[in-house]
């Protein structure tokens, strides 16, 4: 059941990431703004792509242990900061809403690097299997909370692109196109 927590949590977060848009086209020259799109695109798909895989380690109940916990929460939260190095590097989209969409991105890392230290706590302070489904459902808390954060950011994005670059460079981004499919 836990195992199963996680990995809810998981693909709860990366249905809402599939949103992100995407086609299957390409421009012939970037603009930043699509520089834009394609580095935040790759910076998501790498995330979630590396969440998936520590959910995935627990295969089985038998995988279940305190150390694989705290392995686990170690491992989300380095994908997670790398996440968030990666978009904050990326500043503003040189769009109109440029600085919007850069306050709704630093928004987002905010509430990562607060639920990855909550994670982090959560699989720290375990003290024996008895203790592993109370971390569990603090972790799949935070995990929850990651994927609000994500999906109140994309609203923004999408609200605060009057004129539709930023729309536009997402769905033209082949790295976008590898989230939706």
Do not use: H, R
Not at 60 to 86: C, H, R
């Amino acid at each position: 059941m836990t195992k199963t927590l996680i990995a809810s949590a998981v693909a709860a977060l990366v249905l809402v990431v599939a949103g992100c848009g995407g086609s299957d086209e390409s421009s012939s020259t970037a603009s930043p703004t699509d520089e834009w799109a394609t580095g935040f695109c790759t910076a998501v798909t790498d995330w979630t792509d590396s969440l998936k895989s520590v959910t995935d380690e627990f295969s089985s109940p038998s995988s279940l242990s305190t150390d694989a916990l705290q392995n686990a929460a170690t491992d989300i939260k380095d994908v997670t900061q790398t996440f968030v190095d990666q978009v904050k590097g990326l500043g503003a989209p040189d769009t109109e809403s440029g600085e919007e969409v850069k306050s709704s991105v630093d928004e987002l890392a905010t509430t990562l690097e607060t639920e990855m230290a909550n994670i982090e706590t959560a699989a720290n302070d375990v003290s024996g299997l008895t203790g592993l489904p109370s971390a569990i459902s603090s972790i799949t808390t935070s995990m929850s909370a990651m994927s609000q954060a994500f999906s109140s950011t994309l609203q923004t994005l999408e609200s605060a692109d009057a004129q539709g670059e930023l729309q536009s460079a997402l769905e033209d981004s082949p790295a976008c196109a590898s989230i939706s499919g």
